[in-house]
Each structure stands twice: as C-alpha cells, then as structure tokens.
C-alpha cells in the first residue's frame, strides 16, 4: 500500500498527488513511470513521475481524470493509499550538455516534462520552455516552468493566459525569430506531439518525444506498449517512453491508443440497440 | 462393447475423469476436469504395480515418490498421500493439473506397454486436492532460524519451490514479484478453466504459513538491482526465476493492427486483470472471430480463452503439421473437442485492417513438409501461389518469448548466452555471478512448470551447502 501524503488540484480535472513510495523515490530519475492499480478492480496505468525527493521518500504523480480509473483514484482521500504501484519503470531520459534545448509540453503533459527540465537545467543547458493548454484553468505548473528556464513562455488556445494560440505557433515564431536549438523535447497530447514534432523534425533539430501507450505490467511482458520507430516494433515500456520523434508513427500511434475508445463506443451502441429492441 | 475403455476393473484401463461436457466448458472458465471422487481414485490406484524400482520416479524431474503416494491412496490414506507427494513436490496440486505426465512418469510405467498407464497425474491433483478441501494441511516443521537472509525474485513455479526449500532449512526468504499478484506464470498465463487460481493463491499462502515474505510490486532492475539485495540489503543470496520474458511477434505487415495481441497480452488481461468478468475494468476484444498463432500450450490457452470469451469461431494457424505440434496431446484433444479450427501447414504473411486500424483477415499460405531441420522436425516450406485470407477480428500471436534483459542488464556480472538467457551449471543453477542462482525460464527459455520447479529445488540445494 502507498500512503497518499498530499493531495492537490491543479486544474480542473488535472490533480497532483504525493505519494509514500521510498524505494520509487530513491531509484527514480527524470523521464521514468510508474504503473499503478488504485484498487482491487481497477486497471494498471502508466503514469510519469513528475517529481521526487529521495530524502524524505516520496515520488509525486500528476493526472487527468480521463478514464474509469483515473476517475477512482481521484476519489482516494489524503492519507488513503492506492493499492499497488510498481518502478521505476523505462529508460530514464537520455541528459546531457546539449547546449540549448527547447522543452514544450501541453496540456497534462507538461508534468512530465517537468522532470526533464530540471534535469536538463542541472546539466547546464540553456533552457526556452513553451508551455500551453487549452484554457487558463488547464495550464499547470507554470511557476514551478518559469523558475527553471531561462525563457519561459506560457499559451492558451483561446489566449486567457500568456499568448493565445498553440505550442506550435510559438515554435514558428521562435525559428521566424532566427532561434537555434540543439535539442527538443516534446510532451503532451499525441496530436499535439505529431503536428510540433514535424516542425522541430522539420529544423534539423534532434528532438525526442515520451509516449503513453496502453500497458499492463510496465516490464516487457505484454507488449501492448508496441510502437513503430523507424520501421521497428518497440514496447514503450522498456525501449523507451522516449524516442527520437523523427521515426515515430504517430498515426499509428494514435489508432493504437484509441482502441479501446471506438470499442467502448460500439459496447455503448449495441446496449443502445437492444434497448431500442425491448422498447419496441 | 469393447474391451479397452470401458473396464475398469482390469488393469488395461485407467478410471478416466469426469469433464464439464466440451460445449458447456466452452462457455465458462471453470475447470475442465472435475477430479476422481475417493472411490474413484482408490480404485485407480489400486492398478499401480508397485514395481520394485519404479521407472516413473526416474520419469519425474523431481523424482516424486509415485508408488508410495498411490500406495497411500490405495489404502484410503488420502492426507498421508498428499504429505508424501509435498516431501518431493511443493505444488502437487498444480502439478497434477499442468505437469505432462504423459512425456514423463506416465510415459514409463509398465502398464502402458499393454494398456494404459496409471494415471499418476489425475491421482496427485486428486490427493492434493483432498488434504486442501477437506482443510488438513498440515504446516510442516522448520529448522530454527540460521539468520541468513534470501531473495528470490519473480514467484512463479521455480521462486515459489525454492523458496519453500530455503525456508523449511532455517533461512530468511523474501519473494519479490513485480505483479501485483503473487505466481508467475500460474496466474497471468495459465487459464483458469486449466488451474484456478484459488488453488495457486493456496500454495502461495501455505508458504506464506511457512514464513515466507512477499513484496509485491517490486521489480528487480528497476525498484532495487541484484546488487542492492547483495550488498545494500543484508542477503546472502539470490535466486533469479523471472521467468520467459517479451513475447515474439512474426514481424509481419499488419502485426500493430487494432484486435492483435501476443498471447501473453490476451492472457494477462483474460487471467490476471480478469478482463471476462463483467466487473473487470480491464478491457479486452471479445473477437468474433479469433485466431490464434501458434502450436504450443499457451497456444490453446490462447485459442479456448477466445472461444470462452464469446467468439463464434476460434482457429488455430500453424505452420507445421499436428505432429509437430509442442502442445500435449491433451491440451490439443480438448481444444478440438470444444471446436477449435485447426488450419495446418498454413503461415500468416499479413494481417489485413480497415481504414481505422481494425484487423479484418489473416493473410496466409500453405505450406508442406520438405527435409527436416535443425530441430529434427518436417521443415516447412512454401506451396507457390498458395496465398488465400481467413476473416478474423482478434489474432493472438503465440509463437514464443525471448528473455526479459531486465536483472542481467542490471547485473553485467552475470552471463548471458546469445539468446539472452541467464548461462548456470544445470546441475547446481550456480550462475557466473558467486552467490546468484537462477532456473526456470529464464534459464532454459519457455519450458514447463514442472521443469522450473526442479530448477529451483537444484538451486535451493546449492544456495544451502554454499551458505554453510
């Protein structure tokens, strides 16, 4: 059992908790997850460690309510505790003096590249970090951003906070601005991870995106986590979360991810139809 | 009538077991064979010769003493039984169900030179079964505590059986499982209409009794290495039984399709996450038309969870012919008898999706048997033009594992063969690393339970005369 030891909103949907997980916190570094079962009759989910503290034990995850489980384990109260959770698990992000590196992350992705940040900033990288989410109510971890880049630059979609418009419209801007970067790192929804990462592929620059796919046991096992980079089958979950964006295929990606959505979906409308039937 | 079959008074024929009737099983995931009742079983055993040097104990690779135990139920001495078979077998009651007896001891006994063997099997799960039910288990004695500590990862067939030898000798054990469900392989892949997993959940508590601590959802080379446990956490030894690893895929055009899985997927989700009961939130494609790759026992696991999950039809696709198959001749006959298709000398080259991803067909061709190859059986080679398509919406891929480089990644000190598997002396399960075991799969590649459990009583042998 892992004690929740703070509990926190972010946003609307997006919640922080601080979890009891001594080993985790330990052994963890930046770009690394976890896989968690709140309770007896949930799902496993991946979910990134978005900060840890060896000293006093604890590991800090952030997630949307999106899905059934998410939605139990935001239910859990502080000083509850979630059932199972398992790592560090993956490969941890590969750091180095890159020189200056670009770090955009939206929506809840922005927790995950909240590690990578600080540990980029700590190999002395020069840091430019693009932040966005659709609303002001949905952009998370600004200060936390803010504190550790040298150029921060937060966007809405509908402009309530920072510049309106995507994370991509500032990557425009920033090369249009005769910007140079020796590294990206790109994290949020897959969408938003296709469109910017064609962009920074697009400059020559070497830029690496952290995947979710669906998993179970977070170990190799399954391998439900497979992606196509490069034409080669990967599990995300011991080859990566990380890969080189430029050989990603992100539409099929995408599909993958949404499986188990149009099948829910379908499970949906053949109830409609048999209630249809019994009303008939 | 015939002679053969149905006298069960004679030595030729063996009680045959009673079995849910194969389209009813085919619907449910209860267990397939009901068990001898204890008329049943005594008249069974009462077939045994008691050869003066019985072939069969040579047969088992944990040498279980088979005539004394049929001897014991013989005479209705059923928790006697049951004690007998534990003094060599820490898991009779799942060996009985999973074990190959007929490759092994039953495979050497003198009555199947003219008729059937005894049924050695179907009597230890019969034993087994009797001593847990009727709750007579009885909590054997341990050495006193020598206060030296030992790890065993992964709490499969080989963990959990070295364990239970380490602890009964005085040691310290801790199993650490990185599933949030204590049994390996016993639980995510063996089906529960083929083992219920009460009956695991029982070995694992009788060994909890024993003294044996469990840590859950803590993963070797990831939440603490080898070497932490060795040199950080106080252990004078490790056991690595981390079993068969990543799934093979056949890296074919098609295999990332929405609606294919590798069987340890399909199973993990069916067995472990309990994706068929309605209250699971684990999700799984319910095919109705689910074909599975492979011809081996995880195969037919694969192919008859399908049928039970609702499909209306589900097919096996096989390169080779029946006789190469490596699955048990039983496990084949009930797959056959619930209606599973078999489609033979036949090859997937494709799997064929719509627009949005969804498998659709399983491109395949025929194929026939040239010169045999390096494994001795039938190569199969392609008949030209043969290609054809089989409509499916699930295609579970079962061709095999390659072995998790998790632990000997973390631990560069311990050698690996080019395959990746974990090199040890087989006769000791000493690796290049002083004092690290291992055994099981991730020894030999996939293999059987019962290979595993002798694997990790040879290394629990080693670990006490070196910690001497």
Redo the contacts between chains.
């Keep these: 059992m892992f004690r929740i030891l703070k509990r926190e909103q972010l946003s609307e949907q997006v919640w922080r908790y601080r979890l009891d997980a001594p080993?985790?916190a330990n052994?963890r570094k930046a770009g690394q997850f976890i896989i968690l079962?709140p309770t007896s009759?949930?799902?496993?989910i991946p979910l990134t460690i978005a900060n840890a503290n060896a000293d006093e034990g604890w590991i800090e995850i952030i997630f949307q309510v999106v899905g059934?489980?998410t939605m139990v384990l935001q239910a859990l109260q502080e000083g509850s505790s979630i059932?199972?959770?398992?790592?560090?698990?993956g490969k941890p992000t590969h750091i180095e003096k890159f020189g200056k590196c670009l770090c955009i992350g939206g929506g809840v992705g922005v927790a995950p590249l909240y590690p990578i940040v600080c540990a980029l900033k700590a190999a002395g990288n020069e840091l430019t970090t693009v932040i966005g989410a659709r609303n002001k109510s949905l952009l998370i971890l600004e200060k936390e951003m803010a504190a550790q880049s040298d150029l921060f630059i937060p966007t809405t979609d509908d402009g309530s906070n920072g510049r309106k418009g995507f994370v991509s419209d500032v990557f425009k801007e920033l090369i249009g601005k005769g910007e140079i970067f020796d590294a990206a790192f790109v994290i949020g929804p897959v969408m938003m991870m296709k469109v910017t990462t064609t962009l920074t592929v697009a400059e020559k620059i070497p830029t690496f995106a952290s995947l979710n796919p669906i998993m179970?046991?977070g170990?190799?096992?399954?391998?439900?986590c497979?992606?196509?980079v490069n034409g080669e089958?990967k599990?995300a979950c011991?080859d990566g979360p990380e890969f080189d964006a430029a050989g990603i295929d992100w539409n099929?990606l995408i599909?993958?991810l949404?499986?188990?959505k149009?099948?829910?979906s379908k499970a949906r409308d053949d109830h409609n139809c048999h209630l249809e039937g019994a009303l008939k | 009538m015939s002679e053969e079959g149905t006298n069960n008074t004679g030595k030729k024929s063996r009680v045959p077991m009673r079995e849910q009737a194969p389209l009813v099983r085919a619907k449910n995931f209860e267990e397939v064979p009901y068990g001898y009742s204890e008329e049943e079983a005594i008249q069974e055993a009462k077939r045994c010769l008691k050869c003066k040097k019985p072939l069969c104990v040579e047969g088992c690779p944990v040498n279980v003493k088979i005539p004394e135990f049929v001897g014991l139920i013989a005479e209705g001495k059923f928790a006697e039984a049951a004690r007998k078979l534990k003094e060599t077998n820490a898991l009779p009651a799942v060996c009985g169900r999973v074990c190959p007896q007929e490759e092994q001891c039953e495979s050497r006994c003198i009555l199947g030179k003219k008729g059937e063997p005894v049924a050695v099997g179907n009597l230890e799960r019969f034993a087994a079964d009797w001593e847990r039910e009727k709750g007579v288990v009885e909590i054997p004695a341990c050495k006193p505590k020598n206060g030296k500590k030992v790890a065993i990862v992964g709490s499969g067939p080989a963990g959990l059986t070295c364990a239970g030898e380490l602890i009964k000798e005085g040691f310290d054990v801790t199993i650490f499982e990185a599933l949030h469900e204590t049994g390996g392989v016993l639980v995510y892949g063996i089906p529960e209409f083929r083992l219920p997993k009460e009956i695991v959940k029982k070995e694992i508590e009788f060994l909890e009794k024993l003294g044996v601590t469990i840590e859950r959802n803590f993963i070797i080379g990831k939440t603490a290495t080898v070497d932490d446990l060795l040199n950080d956490e106080g252990y004078s030894a490790v056991f690595v039984g981390s079993g068969a690893g990543l799934p093979s895929f056949m890296k074919i055009k098609g295999e990332n399709n929405i609606g294919v899985y590798s069987a340890n997927e399909y199973l993990t989700r069916s067995n472990l996450m309990r994706a068929y009961s309605s209250t699971s939130a684990t999700p799984i494609m319910k095919g109705k038309r689910a074909i599975t790759v492979g011809g081996g026992n995880v195969a037919m696991d694969a192919a008859r969870t399908a049928l039970r999950l609702g499909a209306d039809k589900s097919m096996i696709v096989y390169r080779r012919s029946k006789e190469e198959m490596p699955a048990r001749k039983a496990e084949v006959h009930h797959a056959e008898e619930e209606g599973i298709e078999f489609n033979l000398l036949c090859n997937p080259v494709e799997i064929l999706s719509d627009e949005n991803g969804f498998v659709t067909a399983l491109r395949c061709v025929k194929m026939e048997l040239g010169e045999p190859d390096a494994s001795g059986r039938r190569k199969p080679v392609v008949v030209a033009g043969s290609e054809y398509d089989i409509p499916c919406d699930v295609v579970i891929i079962a061709i095999g594992n390659t072995p998790n480089p998790l632990i000997p990644s973390t631990t560069p000190d311990i050698s690996v063969s080019k395959w990746g598997t974990i090199v040890t002396d087989e006769t000791t399960g000493r690796t290049s690393k002083k004092f690290v075991y291992a055994g099981g799969d991730i020894v030999t590649g996939a293999a059987t339970v019962i290979l595993a459990m002798g694997a990790g009583k040879v290394a629990a042998k080693s670990i006490i005369e070196d910690l001497k």
Excluded: H, W
């Design positions: 080993r985790i052994k079962r009759q949930s799902e496993r059934k489980t059932l199972d959770l398992a790592g560090p698990l179970i046991d170990t190799g096992m399954c391998g439900g497979r992606v196509s089958t599990f011991v099929e599909r993958r949404n499986s188990y149009m099948f829910e």
